[in-house]
């Protein structure tokens, strides 16, 4: 078959990295023209990630990461005031994003390619891009996001994402920038930190390459805070709006140093001293979103085009696995009426039961 996939970031590579293999011709547009590199941190791998990269041959990633010798709970002071020896490792979100999109042949993957349209005609998928060009194929696949172009073809509604009532404030600070208070209270550690409307944790991670050296690995920092003014808070440093997040270097100076202040006045030591060495803060506001279907003829959405839930549940990368999985499953039986429906229905429940305990987590947090 020929394939389109909408979108680059991981559930669009898991996607590529699968049906490449078995065979069919596949195309990857990322509208990014520098690709997805450095955007991302740490993540626990669950199960449908350990199958998808032992189907594609680099279960080997799965193995390198960091490991979080215990998880604590901090108080205001900084004073420890729970602790939990229970080590999780995590995996680096950059090396597995690198590892995975070094499976795909030469031309697969194209940057700075951006889908504005897509549809289906005459027993054909159809795409258009930003640039005037159009492609067909035999199967067009969402892997586009929150803001995904494919999902409202797929449903033949505009399904809107619903604001949560607050953001998600990120550092990812070189481990050798740390300041001796955050190395010594934070480093090894899954730290947390409970505040009447927000909550702020954090672990080590990988260095961007997959460096596990002490030293050459980086802290992950997370601040979810309740935020009303949320247009003001995703103005970028031009002046121009963005409607779910602004990547680093799109915070204005003004704001960072507002961050940091606050950050001073309402986080535990360690934590603040984090924010005060991240030059280039991102922040990321939280939504849900549920799709009320999956396919359509020869349209199909995964991961967080269909259904994007909070961050608490540690689930994100693990449903854009168990879609691309599934999705495979259906183009192998040849994306027959019968295998793409059954696919369809299969990760709805999965999907609408993900975002739910989103929701149930992230209830204290507005």
């Known amino acids: 078959?020929?394939?389109?996939?909408?979108?680059?970031?991981?559930?669009?590579?898991?996607?590529?990295?699968?049906l490449q293999q078995a065979g069919h011709e596949v195309t990857v547009f990322e509208r990014s023209a520098a690709g997805l590199e450095g955007r991302g941190a740490g993540l626990v791998a669950q199960p449908e990630v350990f199958s998808l990269l032992q189907a594609i041959g680099r279960e080997d990633v799965a193995r390198i990461g960091v490991t979080a010798r215990e998880r604590i709970t901090l108080d205001r002071s900084g004073e420890v005031l729970h602790t939990d020896r229970h080590p999780q490792m995590q995996i680096s979100w950059d090396h597995l994003y690198a590892s995975v999109r070094g499976v795909l042949r030469e031309g697969v993957y194209r940057t700075g390619r951006q889908v504005v349209a897509?549809?289906?005609?005459?027993?054909?998928?159809?795409?258009?891009?930003?640039?005037?060009?159009?492609?067909?194929?035999?199967l067009v696949i969402g892997a586009d996001g929150i803001g995904s172009v494919v999902?409202?073809?797929v449903?033949?509604?505009?399904?809107?994402?619903?604001?949560?009532?607050y953001v998600a404030w990120r550092a990812l600070v070189p481990e050798h920038a740390l300041p001796d208070i955050a190395a010594r209270t934070l480093s090894d550690r899954f730290a947390f930190y409970h505040m009447p409307g927000g909550q702020a944790l954090g672990y080590t991670v990988a260095g961007p390459a997959g460096e596990v050296e002490p030293g050459a690995r980086r802290y992950n920092a997370v601040w979810?805070?309740?935020t009303e003014d949320l247009a003001a808070t995703l103005t970028d440093t031009e002046g121009r709006p963005h409607r779910f997040s602004l990547p680093p270097g799109g915070v204005p100076e003004a704001v960072r140093a507002r961050l940091v202040d606050d950050a001073r006045t309402f986080l535990p030591p360690a934590f603040a001293e984090v924010f005060a060495v991240?030059?280039?803060?991102?922040?990321q506001a939280i939504f849900d979103l549920e799709t009320p279907r999956m396919v359509n003829g020869r349209l199909a959405l995964i991961g967080d085009a269909a259904f994007v839930?909070?961050?608490?549940?540690?689930m994100g990368v693990a449903k854009a696995a168990g879609d691309a999985l599934a999705l495979a499953e259906a183009v192998a039986k040849g994306w027959s009426a019968e295998a793409s429906s059954a696919y369809g229905l299969k990760r709805l429940v999965h999907g609408?039961?993900?975002v739910a305990y989103g929701r149930r987590l992230g209830a204290t947090l507005r």
């Open 309 to 314: 839930a909070r961050p608490h549940t540690a």
């Open 278 to 283: 991240e030059p280039a803060p991102f922040v």
């Open 1 to 18: 078959m020929r394939i389109i996939i909408v979108g680059g970031s991981m559930g669009g590579l898991f996607a590529a990295a699968l």
């Open 151 to 153: 999902r409202e073809a």
């Open 352 to 354: 609408r039961a993900v």
């Open 118 to 138: 897509v549809g289906e005609d005459a027993g054909t998928a159809w795409v258009h891009l930003d640039d005037g060009a159009w492609q067909v194929a035999d």
């Open 155 to 165: 449903t033949g509604a505009d399904v809107d994402p619903t604001y949560a009532g």
């Open 224 to 226: 979810y805070r309740a």
